[in-house]
């Protein structure tokens, strides 16, 4: 049973920065890929970034794309969302998941980001 913990959320202003953290455990996680989502208040969970397996292979949301970065450490079992030119609109509880054929199995507790005007 695959287990992720997502750390590193919190309160930060209008263009600062936060680096999330996803910890996995159990099961083999360097064979799937891996995957950031959120939800804002009173809306649905939207899709955020993804990174393939080996890493090499990547995707954004539109709306993150230039000032998000994904990425993993295998051998740790992490994975990274280094957030940069950060917006109100960024305010969501963000979360990873996994999971085989490119589906989202498992999903982590979430972690709070709220930015501040």
């Known amino acids: 049973q695959v287990q992720l913990v997502e750390s590193g959320g919190g309160l930060v202003q209008a263009g600062g920065s936060l680096r999330l953290s996803c910890a996995a455990s159990?099961?083999?996680?360097?064979?799937?890929?891996m995957g950031w989502f959120r939800q804002a208040p009173g809306k649905e969970r939207e899709f955020v970034a993804r990174?393939?397996?080996?890493?090499?292979?990547?995707r954004y949301a539109d709306s993150v794309k230039g000032r998000f970065t994904i990425s993993r450490d295998n051998a740790k079992k992490t994975v990274y969302l280094q957030m940069n030119s950060l917006k109100p609109q960024d305010t969501a509880v963000y979360y990873c998941?996994?999971?085989?054929?490119?589906?989202?199995?498992?999903w982590g507790q979430g972690t709070q980001v709220t930015v501040s005007s």
């Open positions: 998941a996994t999971g085989a054929g490119g589906g989202y199995d498992y």
């Open positions: 159990g099961g083999t996680i360097g064979r799937y890929g």
């Open positions: 990174i393939s397996s080996s890493g090499v292979v990547l």
